[in-house]
């Protein structure tokens, strides 16, 4: 039988030569590896000399082919970290990205000083990440997650329950078509690719969910409907907080100065690009 460490490192190296997954061949085989074995990743790497048996490390290869195939790691274990919490993730929603933190660290800076900020309704909300890890952080809050998607619905619910220990208020409705009620933040990270953008990654076999990515022409379908929609859903004073692309951001905020909102301002991500525009309702 090998060790972990000539398995580990044979991995690595066949995911280096993909096109597909080479952009962290280490740490995706690490991951994958260290979920075959049902060990954290650090007791995988203490566990070097250990011998594996050909089951695990056939059930290991088995996953190094379908990741050089393009899937997502956090697809291959049904699992993905964002904001320090595990979400269950699979094909039918979007993997949460660490730019999404962003948004959940500025909407807890709003609400920390902006204590009456209670009823949050998180729109789009796929796996349920940006409301879930917004609500871990501040108990007493009450948010109600929202989606098209039936299938990211139930997946929002099932985090939350594993997460939470609670099912949040979840909707499935396009947009605001089924929301009542009004709500002193909404956080939203909706989809805002272009059709050209989305239709290349289709034809590469993205595994993605294309209603996730697709927003129009210039990427801002959804995010005009939200902006126009949205004051008729939000007290007043209250904040909205869109992620959007880099380069969507500048038009968005003039989106949002042209309607009915003021004190408008671009975030940055932890790398220095532009991710999230906010306003508030007049």
């Known amino acids: 039988m090998k060790t972990i460490r000539e398995v580990l490192t044979a991995g690595a190296s066949l995911l280096r030569n993909s096109q597909a997954a080479n952009e962290t061949p280490f740490l995706d085989a690490m991951i994958l590896l260290a979920y075959v074995l049902n060990i954290s990743?650090?007791?995988l790497l203490a566990s070097y000399p250990d011998k594996i048996d050909q089951k695990n490390e056939d059930t290991f290869n088995n996953l190094l082919k379908k990741r050089r195939a393009n899937s997502?790691?956090?697809?291959?274990?049904n699992s993905k970290?964002?904001?320090?919490?595990?979400?269950?993730?699979?094909?039918?929603?979007?993997?949460?990205?660490?730019?999404?933190?962003?948004?959940?660290?500025e909407?807890?800076?709003?609400?920390?000083?902006?204590?009456?900020?209670?009823?949050?309704?998180?729109?789009?909300?796929?796996?349920?990440?940006?409301?879930?890890?917004?609500?871990?952080?501040?108990?007493k809050l009450t948010v109600t997650c929202s989606d098209l998607s039936a299938k990211a619905v139930d997946i929002c619910k099932k985090n939350?329950?594993?997460?939470?220990?609670?099912?949040?208020?979840?909707?499935?409705?396009?947009?605001?078509?089924?929301?009542?009620?009004?709500?002193?933040?909404i956080?939203?990270?909706?989809?805002?690719?272009?059709?050209?953008?989305t239709d290349m990654m289709m034809e590469k076999d993205w595994p993605e969910p294309g209603m996730a990515l697709r927003a129009g022409m210039d990427?801002?379908?959804?995010?005009?409907?939200?902006?126009?929609?949205?004051?008729?859903?939000?007290?007043?004073?209250?904040?909205?907080?869109?992620?959007?692309?880099?380069?969507?951001?500048?038009?968005?905020?003039?989106?949002?100065?042209?309607?009915?909102?003021?004190?408008?301002?671009?975030?940055?991500?932890?790398?220095?690009?532009?991710?999230?525009?906010?306003?508030?309702?007049?």
């Open 160 to 185: 939350s329950l594993s997460i939470l220990g609670e099912e949040l208020i979840t909707i499935k409705t396009d947009l605001f078509n089924d929301i009542e009620g009004k709500f002193d933040m």
């Open 41 to 43: 990743k650090e007791m």
């Open 219 to 282: 990427g801002l379908d959804f995010i005009r409907k939200i902006i126009n929609q949205a004051p008729d859903y939000m007290e007043k004073n209250a904040y909205i907080l869109i992620e959007s692309s880099i380069d969507q951001t500048e038009e968005i905020k003039q989106l949002l100065d042209s309607g009915r909102f003021y004190n408008t301002r671009i975030v940055k991500d932890l790398s220095g690009r532009n991710r999230v525009t906010i306003g508030q309702s007049v």
């Open 81 to 105: 970290e964002f904001y320090g919490l595990n979400f269950y993730v699979d094909k039918n929603v979007l993997v949460p990205r660490p730019d999404s933190e962003t948004l959940v660290e």
């Open 107 to 139: 909407a807890v800076s709003i609400i920390n000083n902006f204590p009456t900020t209670k009823n949050i309704l998180d729109l789009c909300t796929g796996s349920g990440a940006l409301g879930i890890a917004l609500k871990h952080s501040l108990p």
């Open 187 to 197: 956080i939203t990270n909706p989809p805002y690719l272009t059709d050209e953008e």
């Open 72 to 77: 997502p790691v956090a697809y291959l274990i």
